[in-house]
């Protein structure tokens, strides 16, 4: 067994009947040169060889009594691969458009948190001759980071399946502890936060000082504050439905502009994200005064950290300089606030959030969420923030599941009650892959949105004289 840290647990306390904190993708793959049929059955017979390299893939939750703590991870003992990976044919004529309505429809759905919290689904007959594969798995398992560790751990370097090394010790489910167990296992841990709670008040109180003092200082600009961001068609109460769109640009003509414009790779992936956004809202008449702000997860990993589970990431909160008509010197904006928001979150201290969500109380955080979300709070206030856009490092050397090779990732983001767009990318083979998840009832037309992108991109490159 293993109780669930603060952060972690947290996920599933923000989940609501309308917000599913899970996180997915859609994977395409060329099986043109295999042999044989590649389904559901092939690439159940891979992850079975892996089940051990991947060791969220056979964990389920199980919940402490009146949720007097957080709830533990413990070994499925009724484990049932069948259950997570399915297979189905792809809509309509299986065109890029029907792929993504199908992933959307599959990340609407809430997961069942009585098993495992994950599953595949494999999507048969696309148009163009490839397969492809649509994975959830709920964000108290992973971050982004150690995302990328299971699909590493899930694909090969060659065609032809690598040998995996058994496990050294074999697993064994665990035995499903009492009502009276769990009670005990959380009255220990409970024991020792008053003194862990009065550490975290004492960083928190340092921090916040330092911060006070270093924002005070004339040539200081602090980043964007929380709920400071201006409305937009898309910022509000949420429904469960979910909507999918994908767009593609040249890792090389991303870096090309960085090299011309100057900071990093992922200040211009924000560039490009906030001129498709501008050009979006102003076509609908709807392009705030304000500049819209962006929250963008910042991994805390380590080294010692690499290649664990679950979650460690912090956040900041970036302004997208939408107001701007000139590419050049909205770049310049982004630059400069993505940089005042890192010497932030390094005055405020990486743990600090990770502290607190340990003191969380289970049933008072999701009894408050769903009353949240059930009276529609978000449409009553200025928005957290208007979008998340994330930026996850992806290999650029093929990879393969099963001897299919993959041809492209697109990653698929939760979405909060207040924010009905989320706007992920993954760089593999010298592409960026991006994948848009929004709320449809809020923004309807994301596939619009996701071919934006493109054309922000060619925006920067005439400003930047690529």
Not at 14 to 32: C, G, Q
Not at 74 to 93: C, N, T
Not at 150 to 172: G, H, M, R, S
Not at 192 to 217: D, G, H, I, Y
């Amino acid at each position: 067994m293993q109780r669930l840290s603060g952060l972690d647990a947290s996920f599933l306390y923000l989940e609501t009947s309308t917000s599913h904190m899970h996180v997915a993708s859609t994977v395409v793959y060329d099986p043109s040169s295999l042999q044989g049929d590649w389904d559901a059955e092939r690439v159940k017979e891979e992850i079975g060889r892996r089940l051990h390299l991947v060791p969220p893939f056979r964990r389920r939750l199980k919940e402490i009594p009146f949720q007097l703590h957080h709830p533990l991870w413990i070994e499925d003992p009724d484990f049932d691969l069948d259950y997570h990976v399915r297979q189905v044919a792809a809509p309509g004529r299986g065109g890029r458009d029907d792929l993504a309505a199908l992933a959307g429809d599959i990340i609407s759905r809430p997961m069942d948190r009585s098993r495992p919290l994950w599953d595949m689904t494999f999507v048969e007959g696309l148009e163009d001759g490839s397969m492809a594969v649509v994975t959830r798995t709920h964000h108290a398992a992973i971050d982004g980071a150690s995302g990328m560790d299971i699909t590493v751990n899930l694909l090969d370097l060659t065609p032809e399946p690598a040998e995996i090394a058994p496990p050294e010790q074999e697993w064994k489910p665990d035995r499903i502890p009492t009502d009276i167990e769990l009670v005990g296992y959380a009255a220990q841990s409970l024991a020792r936060q008053p003194v862990s709670a009065f550490k975290a008040v004492r960083r928190t109180a340092t921090a916040a000082l330092t911060l006070r003092q270093r924002n005070r200082q004339p040539d200081v600009t602090p980043p964007p504050a929380p709920f400071s961001a201006p409305h937009t068609p898309f910022n509000g109460a949420i429904t469960a439905r979910r909507s999918f769109g994908m767009a593609d640009i040249a890792l090389d003509d991303v870096k090309a502009i960085r090299t011309k414009m100057g900071g990093t790779v992922n200040d211009i992936v924000l560039a490009i994200c906030a001129g498709a956004l501008r050009s979006y809202l102003d076509e609908k008449g709807a392009l705030p005064e304000e500049a819209l702000v962006a929250m963008c997860p910042i991994s805390v990993r380590t080294e010692d950290q690499k290649n664990t589970m679950g979650n460690q990431v912090s956040s900041m909160l970036v302004s997208l300089a939408t107001t701007l008509d000139d590419p050049t010197e909205r770049v310049r904006v982004i630059q400069e606030s993505t940089r005042r928001a890192k010497e932030q979150a390094e005055v405020i201290g990486a743990d600090t959030l990770m502290n607190w969500t340990e003191f969380a109380a289970p049933a008072v955080a999701n009894m408050a969420m769903r009353l949240y979300s059930r009276m529609k709070v978000a449409d009553r206030h200025r928005p957290l923030y208007n979008t998340v856009i994330s930026n996850v490092p992806g290999p650029q050397f093929p990879l393969y599941m099963a001897g299919a090779k993959m041809l492209a990732m697109y990653p698929m983001g939760p979405l909060n009650d207040g924010s009905g767009l989320n706007m992920t990318l993954i760089s593999y083979m010298g592409q960026i892959h991006f994948g848009l998840v929004a709320c449809p009832d809020m923004l309807p037309d994301v596939d619009h949105l996701a071919d934006l992108i493109p054309e922000a991109l060619q925006e920067l490159k005439k400003a930047a004289g690529v």
